[in-house]
């Protein structure tokens, strides 16, 4: 008997997305008017790869008998997210420990709201994530830093001086990042413990945004904040998201994660104060497809960006070793130091956007320690990436840097 053959998703064909409303690509033409036709952004985390064919398929069948109208979340909805966080995270939840909201950067902004108050502290790890930023500024608390340490070619947390943060009653979350963006570590379970310890015993509420916790390396293990124990799952709120994973944040919907009932409900009536109660009758849907019939794809995703990953190592290696880059053990997302070329941040991006016409995340965005670092998107074909490592090549040759 032959065996049927695993399907081969494609991951070499191009999307061109111009005039398409896609954000990065219109951000781009911003930065640089004149840009070449053939140019695409390695920039805002959504990839330039096709969605998984189960899900367009699904979403058109389910078309065909729908009524758009207010919808909530059905059964098979929460059933699904249920068995994606067991099957892929061994985290047993509870359906009613799920509060879908429009987006992971809603979510956590709307905690901040619901667990602090204008004037307190809130912690956060950078270069980080810059919506971080936004979501306490706005809101008018006072961002508190503890910074990451750079370690050789790697980032460690410094847990003596997240002790002293936690210990200021003024500070009251800490906004955490698992797996970390844009420096791609995946925290371990003891680093995880160090962390959840610090907060509990200095009454602080541990955010953990995990939208990143499908997309985890070869040979690393993703370990969800509130697997570490019962104490910890209660001091928490779990932002996750089909999003990232199955490249799918246009449909708007994230799933927020709650055991304890008490900051669950708490949660739920700030949410309640910005007017949402529903969402996108489609992005429950996605979901759905997503975390039942697309784990597939999303294996083959993986084993893309990680050879994607190795192939630009040796690239650099070979032809701009003064660029550092460091190993992504999750996210799709490539952390370079640039800081060898001499350039200051505002040098440096006028030479990417305009000489070489390579368009990534400027590392300043992620704070100041993030000056003269860069951060390249990997979920793209492989021949796209090469072809932006190549225009880079040849501007930094051409410049003598």
Not at 62 to 75: E, W
Not at 106 to 131: C, H, L, M, R, W
Not at 247 to 266: C, D, F, T, W
């Amino acid at each position: 008997m032959m065996l049927a053959q695993k399907t081969k998703y494609d991951f070499d064909n191009l999307i061109n997305r111009t005039n398409t409303g896609s954000y990065k690509w219109e951000q781009m033409k911003g930065w640089n008017p004149n840009v070449s036709k053939e140019v695409i952004p390695f920039s805002v985390a959504d990839m330039e790869l096709k969605n998984p064919p189960e899900i367009i398929e699904g979403l058109k069948s389910y078309l065909d008998d729908l009524v758009l109208g207010y919808t909530i979340p059905t059964k098979g909805f929460t059933d699904a997210v249920c068995g994606w966080m067991e099957k892929r995270h061994n985290w047993q939840i509870e359906p009613e420990w799920i509060v879908s909201t429009p987006g992971v950067v809603y979510a956590f902004y709307t905690a901040i709201k619901a667990f602090s108050e204008p004037g307190d502290g809130i912690i956060i790890n950078p270069p980080v994530y810059y919506p971080f930023y936004s979501g306490i500024e706005l809101n008018d608390r006072k961002v508190v830093k503890s910074p990451l340490v750079q370690d050789g070619m790697t980032y460690t947390i410094d847990y003596d001086d997240l002790e002293k943060k936690a210990a200021d009653p003024n500070n009251k979350v800490l906004l955490f990042c698992s797996p970390h963006n844009p420096v791609g570590r995946v925290w371990k379970k003891e680093e995880l413990e160090k962390v959840a310890d610090i907060c509990l015993r200095n009454n602080v509420l541990i955010i953990s945004d995990e939208i990143h916790n499908d997309l985890i390396m070869p040979g690393y293990e993703h370990t969800l904040f509130a697997t570490i124990s019962d104490d910890v799952a209660n001091n928490l709120i779990v932002c996750t998201a089909p999003s990232k994973t199955f490249n799918l944040a246009g449909m708007q919907l994230s799933n927020i994660i709650i055991p304890n009932k008490e900051i669950r409900e708490r949660f739920v009536k700030e949410n309640e104060k910005n007017g949402v109660n529903t969402l996108n009758i489609l992005g429950y849907k996605a979901c759905e497809i997503a975390y039942t019939q697309c784990e597939g794809w999303l294996d083959q995703l993986i084993q893309l960006i990680y050879e994607n990953h190795n192939i630009l190592k040796e690239y650099m290696s070979e032809n701009l070793p003064q660029i550092k880059v460091y190993d992504i053990e999750g996210t799709y997302l490539q952390w370079f130091d640039f800081r060898a070329l001499g350039l200051d941040k505002d040098e440096l991006e006028t030479f990417l956007h305009t000489e070489a016409e390579v368009f990534f995340d400027e590392g300043y965005v992620f704070g100041d320690e993030g000056n003269g670092f860069e951060r390249m998107n990997l979920a793209c074909p492989t021949e796209t990436m090469l072809q932006g490592l190549e225009q880079l090549k040849v501007a930094i040759n051409n410049r003598g840097l």
